[in-house]
């Protein structure tokens, strides 16, 4: 059995910052790739950043590209998400995924085989 659970959610006013956590527990791997994704009322989920090969390679959708950043402390089996800069449009139920699998493209919700509940991000004005 595998569970993610999120957390470090929360309330901030825009240009503030968040680091969301992803602890990973029972039966997984260092080697599996990990992800974000959000969603917001009314749209669709979005593919926020990713990693691969233990977490030594990132990527980043555009609109994140220079104010969040992925990282993994594999020895706690946690996967952050620092978050800065924060626009109101960053408002959204943040979840983190896991692939133990290889192949599917990163940015498909569908390659990933677990995920977490979610974990709340509002972003104020």
């Known amino acids: 059995q595998v569970q993610l659970v999120e957390s470090g959610g929360g309330l901030v006013q825009a240009g503030g910052s968040l680091r969301l956590s992803c602890a990973a527990s029972?039966?997984?791997?260092?080697?599996?790739?990990m992800a974000w994704f959000r969603q917001a009322p009314g749209k669709e989920r979005e593919y926020v950043a990713s990693d691969s090969w233990s977490g030594s390679i990132t990527d980043y959708a555009d609109s994140m590209k220079g104010r969040f950043t992925i990282s993994r402390n594999n020895a706690k089996n946690t996967v952050y998400l620092q978050m800065d800069s924060l626009k109101p449009e960053d408002t959204a139920i943040y979840s983190c995924?896991?692939?133990?699998?290889?192949?599917?493209?990163?940015?498909?919700?569908?390659?990933?085989?677990?995920w977490g509940q979610g974990t709340q991000v509002t972003v104020t004005s």
């Open positions: 029972g039966r997984t791997s260092p080697f599996w790739r």
């Open positions: 995924a896991a692939a133990p699998a290889n192949g599917g493209s990163r940015y498909n919700f569908r390659t990933y085989d677990y």
